[in-house]
Structures are given as structure tokens and as C-alpha cells.
């Protein structure tokens, strides 16, 4: 059973930084494409940020220059760094690892972490 265990999140002012982690196991990592994705109350789940095996990433508009998406492929981790926070950033997130197995999509997700961004 894969698991994805997230942390990292908290209460933190606007303006301020947070750094969440993702830690895979029972995954080749390699082989998944990583995201962070956040729901806040009431909304629905959105992409914040994706990372291929390689590297590359790609961004939600509301999130680019201020945050920062990482894996390390050894480790089986994936990070968050989350600069300038907004109030609207407050959200719970999750880390999501995905790849395709013979033609279909195969997705696995975290039990998510909250972060609030208030005074």
C-alpha cells in the first residue's frame, strides 16, 4: 500500500514562510509525478504545483514567484516551499503521486496538512 504521509503545515502570519514535506513509501518514486494540491472550506481541491521525475515544474497562477516546488528522488520526498503567504493560501494540503500504468491513470494522495495564514 502506498503511503504519503504529509507535514509541515501550521499557523503562520501574512507575509511569513512554511516549508511542507511529503514522504513516500512502498513507491518507486521515479516513476510519479508529484503535486501539492490544496481544498479550502468550502471550496474544491486545486493544483498548487507539480514536479515531473526530472524536475520540471509547473505552477498554479496564484502560487508562481512565491512558491517553490522540490523532490528529491533518493529520499522519496517532496517539498513545498511556501513564501509571501496570503490569507487565501489557508487551506489544507496534499501531497497527490501519480503516474500511468498500462494506458491508465494511477493516483495516491496524503491525509493532508493544514495551513492557516492569519494574524
Known amino acids: 500500500q502506498v503511503q504519503l504521509v504529509e507535514s509541515g503545515g501550521g499557523l503562520v502570519q501574512p507575509g511569513g514562510s512554511l516549508r511542507l514535506s511529503c514522504a513516500a513509501s512502498?513507491?518507486?518514486?521515479?516513476?510519479?509525478?508529484m503535486g501539492w494540491y490544496r481544498q479550502a472550506p468550502g471550496k474544491q481541491r486545486e493544483l498548487v504545483a507539480r514536479?515531473?521525475?526530472?524536475?520540471?515544474?509547473n505552477y498554479a497562477d496564484s502560487v508562481k514567484g512565491r512558491f517553490t516546488i522540490s523532490r528529491d528522488n533518493a529520499k522519496k520526498m517532496v517539498y513545498l516551499q511556501m513564501n509571501s503567504l496570503k490569507p487565501e493560501d489557508t487551506a489544507v494540503y496534499f501531497c497527490?503521486?501519480?503516474?500511468?500504468?498500462?494506458?491508465?491513470?494511477?493516483?495516491?494522495w496524503g491525509q493532508g496538512t493544514q495551513v492557516t495564514v492569519s494574524a
Open positions: 512502498r513507491i518507486i518514486f521515479s516513476n510519479y509525478v
Open positions: 514536479v515531473g521525475s526530472g524536475g520540471t515544474a
Open positions: 497527490n503521486a501519480e503516474t500511468v500504468l498500462i494506458g491508465s491513470s494511477v493516483g495516491y
